[in-house]
């Protein structure tokens, strides 16, 4: 058994990490080294010209193995874990079946059509594919009808993606113009399935907020960004990333939406590991909307960003990577999936209601944000997060947050 760590800050919480051993005294849950080394890397920000192990080829020097994830054998989990599950199982019922008033104004057909576009009607989405042009079209026609300001494609070419585009566009805001928030999905899918939880989850997301501002304009601008090739190593990201520096100073919050749904069968879902920096402002505006919707917001569990990194190898593996090291709020609603690359991906891995509820949980926070003045939201001083041991000690198992398969 591992020794019990201690975590600094205001969200303070020891835990430890159960290793499992075989009647051969092997560990049960070994971590072999990644073949392909992708999404393995720190804290630090890379240029593409470094980015060679997150894909196909060898490691680059200095990044460390990233774990595999093995399925997890609820047979060897102790009573607590079994407890858990069960009470998941039970909570997931319920939700389903009586959580549709909390969903207003989030319409749950229209949220599941839009995913059901990429993953029907589009289909794969990989980096420079027939259906990746497809899907950003898809996008860049949504924005426009809903009115958003100067939709339209951010362009870029390099590290192997030779037509690559990122959309963006605009919900101007009435207050505070000048400040932004910032919400990013990535459209892109692996080439052999259809990206249903990773990632149309996230862009029929995106778009219903999107949607949602259109109609009711923010105080402060928001930039919707949808993008492409985060499957190869956030080389959408890390472009948009670089160009829009001049923004940085005003941009106060980053919200990655990567996988925000799914109905997979496993230990800890139906529940959302809310990744997410302790700033005052934005811990309290999750308790807030966490309470405010009742059983269906103890679904969303807070993992605060420095232990999410913990617990998977010391990376955020998603696009908000790049905004890590950066002054201002952060924040990725993750559905606990260790399936979400599963061939063939198929629809049937969302769940309607589920991907409302986590919408419209996840546009509560948006618009609570809304209510702080700027220097609020630029203020560092830390919230309080209670965090559930039991669930971060089964994500340190499976691989942490977004484990890589």
């Known amino acids: 058994m591992m020794q019990a760590k201690q975590l600094k800050g205001a969200y303070d919480v020891?835990?430890?990490?159960?290793?499992?051993?075989?009647?051969?005294?092997?560990?049960?849950?070994?971590?072999?080294?990644?073949?392909?080394?992708?999404?393995?890397?720190?804290?630090?920000?890379?240029?593409?010209?470094?980015?060679?192990?997150?894909?196909?080829?060898?490691?680059?020097?200095?990044?460390?193995?990233?774990?595999?994830?093995?399925?997890?054998?609820l047979a060897?989990?102790?009573?607590?874990?079994?407890?858990?599950?069960?009470?998941?199982?039970?909570?997931?019922?319920?939700?389903?079946?009586?959580?549709?008033p909390d969903l207003e104004p989030v319409d749950p057909d229209r949220t599941f059509s839009s995913a059901?576009?990429?993953?029907?009607?589009?289909?794969?989405?990989?980096?420079?594919?027939?259906?990746?042009?497809?899907?950003?079209?898809?996008?860049?026609?949504?924005?426009?009808?809903?009115?958003?300001?100067?939709?339209?494609?951010?362009t870029f070419s390099d590290w192997g993606?030779?037509?690559?585009?990122?959309?963006?566009?605009?919900?101007?805001?009435?207050?505070?113009?000048?400040?932004?928030?910032?919400?990013?999905?990535?459209?892109?899918?692996?080439?052999e399935g259809v990206g249903a939880i990773d990632n149309a989850t996230g862009v029929a997301t995106l778009m219903e907020i999107a949607r949602h501002f259109s109609e009711n304009p923010p105080?402060?601008?928001?930039?919707?960004?949808?993008?492409?090739a985060e499957e190869d190593g956030l080389v959408g990201s890390y472009y948009y990333y670089n160009d829009t520096q001049g923004e940085l100073p005003n941009t106060l919050l980053m919200l990655c939406l990567d996988m925000t749904q799914t109905n997979e069968t496993s230990a800890l879902s139906p529940l959302v590991a809310f990744v997410l920096s302790p700033h005052q402002a934005l811990a309290q505006t999750f308790q807030q909307v966490r309470t405010a919707m009742g059983m269906s917001g103890s679904l969303f569990v807070p993992i605060p960003v420095d232990l999410a990194e913990e617990v998977s190898g010391g990376a955020l593996r998603s696009d908000i990577h790049h905004w890590r090291d950066d002054p201002l709020l952060l924040a990725?609603?993750?559905?606990?999936?260790?399936?979400?690359?599963?061939?063939?991906?198929?629809?049937?891995?969302?769940?309607?209601?589920?991907?409302?509820?986590?919408t419209k949980f996840i546009l509560e926070v948006v618009r609570g944000l809304q209510a702080y003045?700027?220097?609020?939201?630029?203020?560092?001083?830390?919230?309080?997060?209670?965090?559930?041991?039991?669930?971060?000690?089964?994500?340190q198992e499976k691989g942490g947050i977004k484990p890589v398969y």
């Open 14 to 73: 020891s835990f430890q990490s159960k290793v499992e051993t075989s009647r051969a005294g092997e560990d049960l849950y070994p971590k072999p080294e990644c073949a392909t080394g992708r999404l393995c890397r720190g804290r630090e920000r890379r240029s593409p010209e470094h980015m060679e192990g997150w894909g196909t080829g060898p490691q680059p020097p200095g990044i460390p193995p990233c774990t595999e994830g093995l399925p997890y054998d």
């Open 76 to 100: 060897h989990a102790g009573p607590h874990v079994r407890m858990f599950c069960f009470l998941s199982v039970l909570l997931l019922c319920f939700i389903l079946s009586s959580c549709i």
């Open 116 to 154: 059901e576009e990429l993953v029907l009607s589009i289909g794969p989405r990989p980096h420079d594919s027939q259906g990746n042009l497809s899907a950003r079209n898809y996008i860049l026609d949504t924005f426009t009808a809903l009115g958003l300001q100067d939709p339209h494609f951010h």
């Open 332 to 358: 990725w609603p993750w559905a606990v999936s260790f399936e979400y690359h599963t061939i063939p991906g198929w629809i049937g891995q969302i769940d309607k209601t589920g991907l409302a509820i986590s």
């Open 373 to 395: 003045s700027p220097g609020d939201l630029q203020n560092t001083a830390t919230g309080t997060l209670s965090v559930d041991e039991g669930v971060v000690r089964m994500l």
């Open 161 to 191: 993606v030779t037509n690559g585009a990122n959309v963006v566009a605009t919900a101007p805001g009435m207050t505070y113009p000048e400040y932004i928030f910032l919400l990013g999905a990535h459209y892109d899918s692996i080439p």
């Open 219 to 228: 105080a402060y601008t928001i930039r919707f960004v949808a993008f492409d």
